[in-house]
Nanobody, 121 residues
Framework: QLQASGGGLVQTGESLRLSCAAS????????VGWFRQVPGRQREGLSC?????NTDVAGSVKDRFIISRDNAKVYLQMNSLKPEDTAVYYC???????????????????WGKGTLVTVSS
């Protein structure tokens, strides 16, 4: 079971680091992605990291969000946060050979409960 954590209330320009962990397992052998969703809007893919360490970042957050792995967890460092970044953030994992859509998260094998990020202006 995946668990995303690290969300909270911050002010514009501040940073947060989200963590994704799998209970009783390591994420080292999975492709892992971060996604976010605002109620009433489509889920948005932010960044993915492959089991081999290759990363992909959405253009909308490319200069501000960084995905990384360490100690069997996956992190999303979010810098220079803006009010429009307010959303519920989710991490998801896919088996190495699963086909998935990094833009929407469709096809990911495992999802965790989200963590709310609120950025005040």
């Amino acid at each position: 079971q995946l668990q995303a954590s690290g969300g909270g209330l911050v002010q514009t320009g501040e940073s947060l680091r989200l963590s994704c962990a799998a209970s009783g397992a390591t994420l080292d052998d999975y492709n892992v992605g971060w996604f976010r969703q605002v109620p009433g809007r489509q889920r948005e893919g932010l960044s993915c990291i492959s089991f081999g360490g290759n990363t992909d970042v959405a253009g909308s957050v490319k200069d501000r969000f960084i995905i990384s792995r360490d100690n069997a967890k996956v992190y999303l460092q979010m810098n220079s946060l803006k009010p429009e970044d307010t959303a519920v953030y989710y991490c998801a994992a896919a088996e190495p050979h699963t086909d998935y859509d990094g833009n929407t998260g469709d096809g990911m094998d495992y999802w965790g409960k989200g963590t709310l990020v609120t950025v005040s202006s």
